[in-house]
Nanobody
Framework: QVQLVESGGGLVQAGGSLRLSCAAS???????MGWYRQAPGKQRELVAA???????NYADSVKGRFTISRDNAKNTVYLQMNSLKSEDTGVYYC????????????WGQGTQVTVSS
């Protein structure tokens, strides 16, 4: 059982920045880590993911603005969000799975990000 705790959400003006953190209760050394978000009235969508080897992928809507990174020694993954837009508003969830699995099986409680225009 892995517990994930997100932090760093909040209210920010459009054009501003936030950094989200997700601390895992155990080792993430062999895990792919992901950030999803859910906007009001919309389905949850993948924002960014990073494999144990450091390969990253991003939603087209955040490419060039968001950066996902990880610190295996701290069992923590980060999401640096720059040039925020009102459409980035939503609840951001951290998730994880073993690299060789296809489905994410552990989720955090989520952290709210609100971007005011």
């Amino acid at each position: 059982q892995v517990q994930l705790v997100e932090s760093g959400g909040g209210l920010v003006q459009a054009g501003g920045s936030l950094r989200l953190s997700c601390a895992a209760s155990g080792s993430i050394l062999f895990n792919t880590m992901g950030w999803y978000r859910q906007a009001p009235g919309k389905q949850r969508e993948l924002v960014a993911a990073i494999t144990s080897g450091g390969t990253t992928n991003y939603a087209d809507s955040v490419k060039g603005r968001f950066t996902i990174s990880r610190d295996n020694a701290k069992n923590t993954v980060y999401l640096q969000m720059n040039s925020l837009k009102s459409e980035d508003t939503g609840v951001y969830y951290c998730t994880t799975r073993r690299d060789w699995l296809t489905e994410y099986d552990y989720w955090g409680q989520g952290t709210q990000v609100t971007v005011s225009s």
